[in-house]
């Protein structure tokens, strides 16, 4: 096999299978990045009792593997809710999860990061809880987070390969199919491998064009 032996219908396999995984990587991210910063938020009004459970349920959800999640969603859940979960919605309720909470440890981090200090001086000046956060500890935090999130995206871009165990035709599905009708694994695994390579330079080229802006527009040095 060349790469010209690629047909026409293969080559759109490939692009059908990439749009899946690229669709399915964005939409965990924006999700896992919403209820990641919901959580943080919880810690850092100490909420009562929320705190303390979306702590232990970050710790189980970070400290478990990946596809014995996904395992439990797409074969669990629906026996124990009487429902039924596409392989697709399974993928997505597991990736989001899992993503929101490394973003909750991400958060929390960068939070705790700012100086107390500066905190401090806030709260003399008379800014609320919220004008603290918004304007002294969001900018810092963002900027401190913002390489720890990179690798964070990464790792879940590669991540996204296990949901094809669940039936999910995405990249490497499709190089699954691929090899078995071509037998050879060679070259159809290297370039699966390659486009994965290069969505994983365009996650981290724009991670760090955000981190220079935000530092730049923030003039905070203290990284």
């Excluded at 790469?3 to 026409?8: A, C, E, H, I, R």
């Excluded at 979306?54 to 593997?65: I, M, R």
């Excluded at 797409?74 to 026996?79: D, E, I, K, R, S």
């Amino acid at each position: 096999m060349r790469y010209t032996d690629f047909t026409p219908h293969d080559l759109l396999l490939l692009l059908q299978g990439l749009g899946v995984s690229v669709a399915l990587f964005a939409a965990t991210t924006v999700i896992g990045l919403a209820i990641g910063l919901a959580w943080a938020m919880l810690r850092y009004y100490r909420a009562p009792l929320l705190a303390q459970l979306v702590t232990g349920l970050a710790e189980l959800l970070k400290n478990s593997p990946v596809l014995v999640q996904l395992f439990l969603v797409f074969f669990g859940l629906p026996v124990l809710l009487e429902t039924d979960l596409t392989p697709v919605q399974a993928a997505l309720i597991t990736l989001s999860a899992n993503t929101a909470a490394f973003i909750y440890v991400i958060a929390v981090s960068a939070i705790e990061s700012v100086g107390r200090e500066q905190l401090e001086t806030a709260r003399v000046f008379g800014l609320s809880r919220w004008q603290i956060l918004r304007r002294v500890i969001a900018p810092q935090a963002a900027a401190f987070g913002l390489g720890p999130l990179a690798g964070l995206l990464i790792n879940q871009l590669q991540v996204t390969s296990l949901i094809s165990v669940i039936g999910v035709v995405d990249l490497t599905k499709v190089g699954a199919i691929l090899n078995l009708r071509t037998l050879k694994p060679f070259i159809v695994w290297t370039v699966i491998g390659l486009l994965y390579y290069l969505m994983a330079r365009l996650i981290a080229k724009a991670c760090a064009a955000a981190e220079t802006r935000l530092r730049a527009h923030s003039q905070w040095k203290g990284l």
